[in-house]
């Protein structure tokens, strides 16, 4: 059998399994990548714009999920003082840092598509 060699990046001193655990329960979830894609595109953004981006969420799960994220420090809640209540959202520093790995996954789907075909 042949042995593929494995990645030294993986074993680097500063990655561990617990960090990549970490990260991706930051994101885990069915909508959160969804929540950070639409941050991206366009910020800040109200709850009724994401709400109507993102059709088929309730509303429940998108405040639960918006404040996981924002408990994460990856979305930040803006609240403007006003009647009626305006509150908007935006992606923090660690938040449009997510944007690198976003593009990967992007890349790796239409790579898979193609490998598929």
């Known amino acids: 059998m042949e042995q593929r060699e494995i990645s030294t990046r993986t074993s680097a001193p500063d990655c561990s399994i617990s960090r990549v655990e970490h990260a991706l329960g930051v994101i885990r979830g069915r909508w959160k990548l969804l929540i950070i894609h ?5 910020q800040p953004r109200r709850f009724s714009d994401l709400e109507r981006a993102i059709g088929q969420v309730t ?3 998108l405040s639960r999920q918006l404040r996981a994220l924002e408990a994460d420090g ?3 809640r803006i609240v403007y003082n006003e009647v ?22 992007h890349d790796w789907t239409v790579q898979s598509c ?3 075909t």
């Open 114 to 116: 193609h490998a598929e």
């Open 74 to 76: 990856v979305v930040r």
């Open 59 to 61: 509303q429940k799960m």
């Open 84 to 105: 009626p209540p305006h509150v908007e959202y935006e992606l923090t520093p660690a938040g449009r840092a997510l944007v690198s790995a976003l593009d990967a996954l």
């Open 38 to 42: 639409h941050l991206l595109v366009r």
